[in-house]
């Protein structure tokens, strides 16, 4: 059985609905992961935010303007009354469920029972299509087998004992759709996997049903050697190896979810990244296999913030770095990069939430100086110590960029540097011209 997913826009509209059975209905069994429609989830978060400041006039007027969006969908995509007073039915009940909450109680467990009703709409919405159509199909109800536990991970045992009695309730059925993003957490209330989370959900069905090919459908071809929005003449990649698309995922191809590669690693279940608006293409292939090419790619993360840590007790002391990472571990703030010296320690973060008080529990034992408005620039491939001379190409190439600090070494896959974010697009530049 394979999982597809396809995101957002390419179930954006009727007509993108439309396209989208040609690319599913093959008679390949298969598990469909979709998306809401574009747009849908950063309108529920809108009216989440409008309920938390009790603004009662403006949750009122987006949820009229997203009902009336998805009223004006159905007219096109249904064709018989049946299946478009079904779809009106539909979403009757989702508006209806939405005008029920009220500002005077709203609390997160509601806003994430609001971002749910995305993917549940486009869902149903597509089902019945299929259904009018008279293509077979069966809605998997994600809410019935999704979970994530305590710490907001994927609880892999709970997903795997309780997808299969779903899937067996429909034994000869080729053709399941079920909700991306969302899930219920470890006290059964429903939860999402955080934005972009799709992705996610699609390896981990495919991890859990074993799938043999988890194939994620966006609208470009495959992952990018680089960014396609600052450089020119950038080219997809066809194959990269788990390790390589994860450094490549966390760091700043928006293409997939960063954590959505270990599911797949996991279990060894190849990953294939394809193109609704040119299903023909070849893409990008994702598995354990190591290639030759040593650059597979550049990618950039914005909104870095980097902080110094000097401290003369440091020298020949041990437990010093322990201390300074208890204080992250303690505010769950993840640490990108690191650099060391004999006196002085610089890490990053992207999640400045707790920063403050990180800071001030710093200056407890050491000096500390605070950097932000950084970008993280990191070239993956394959650098294993047979192949030498990768590092001088790299350096030579960013001659004329001012460098703040450098990973190498940290992962046979990632050299990064950290820079000022104004440099960026000319460090990609030079990058691009000098690797590829
Ligand atoms: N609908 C969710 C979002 O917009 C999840 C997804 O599209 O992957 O973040």
């Known amino acids: ?43 529920l978060v809108e009216i989440s935010n409008a309920l938390y400041a009790k603004e ?43 005008r029920a909450f009220t500002i005077d109680v709203f609390t997160v467990n509601e806003e994430r029972a609001i971002l749910a009703q995305g993917e549940l709409l486009s869902t149903a919405l597509f089902h019945y299509y299929l259904e009018e159509i008279g293509v077979d199909s069966v809605l998997l109800p994600a809410l019935n087998f999704m979970r994530i536990d305590e710490n907001d991970e994927p609880d892999m045992k709970h997903i795997e004992t309780h997808i299969q009695p779903e899937l067996a309730k429909d034994p000869g059925c080729k053709l399941f759709i079920t909700q991306g993003f969302i899930c219920r957490n470890a006290f059964g209330d429903i939860d999402n996997l955080k934005r972009g989370g799709s992705d996610y959900t699609a390896t981990i069905i495919g991890a ?38 994860a450094e490549l995922a966390y760091f700043g191809a928006k293409i997939l979810h960063p954590t959505c590669i270990l599911p797949a690693q996991m279990r060894n279940i190849p990953v294939r990244l394809l193109n609704t608006m040119q299903p023909e293409a070849k893409g990008t292939l994702i598995s354990s296999k190591a290639t030759e090419d040593i ?102 190439a960013l001659k004329n960029v001012p460098i703040r600090m450098i990973s190498y070494g940290g992962s046979e896959n990632n050299v990064s540097v950290l820079i000022d974010t104004k440099l960026k697009k000319e460090a990609l530049v030079a990058l691009n011209n000098g690797l590829f």
């Open 56 to 98: 009662n006039e403006k949750v009122k007027r987006l949820i009229d303007a997203l009902e009336s969006k998805y009223n004006d969908v159905i007219k096109q995509l249904y064709k018989t009354e049946k299946a478009l007073s079904r779809g009106k039915q539909l979403i009757d009940s989702h508006f209806d469920y939405l």
């Open 208 to 245: 859990a049903i074993r799938s043999d090919e988890i194939q994620i459908w966006t609208d470009i071809d495959g992952m990018h050697n680089n960014d396609p929005r600052i450089v020119d003449k950038t080219h997809p990649i066809a194959e990269l190896s788990f390790d390589e698309a």
């Open 295 to 396: 650059f597979k790619a550049v990618a950039a993360k914005d909104g870095i913030t980097a902080i110094k840590i000097k401290s003369a007790r440091m020298l020949l002391a041990y437990g010093f770095l322990r201390s300074v990472f208890e204080i992250f571990e303690r505010y769950k703030t993840p640490i990108d990069m690191i650099a060391t010296s004999e006196v002085a320690v610089s890490l990053t973060i992207d999640n400045v939430k707790n920063l403050d008080e990180i800071v001030k529990e710093l200056r407890e034992f050491c000096s500390v100086e605070v950097d932000t408005d950084l970008s993280i620039v990191c070239v993956v491939g394959s650098f294993t110590a047979q192949k030498q001379g990768y590092a001088v190409r790299i350096f030579d």
């Open 1 to 43: 059985m394979r999982v597809l997913k396809f995101g957002g826009t390419s179930v954006g509209s009727a007509e993108r609905m439309h396209a989208l059975v040609h690319l599913i209905n093959d008679g390949v069994p298969k598990i469909v992961v979709l998306s809401a429609m574009s747009g849908t989830t950063n309108n």
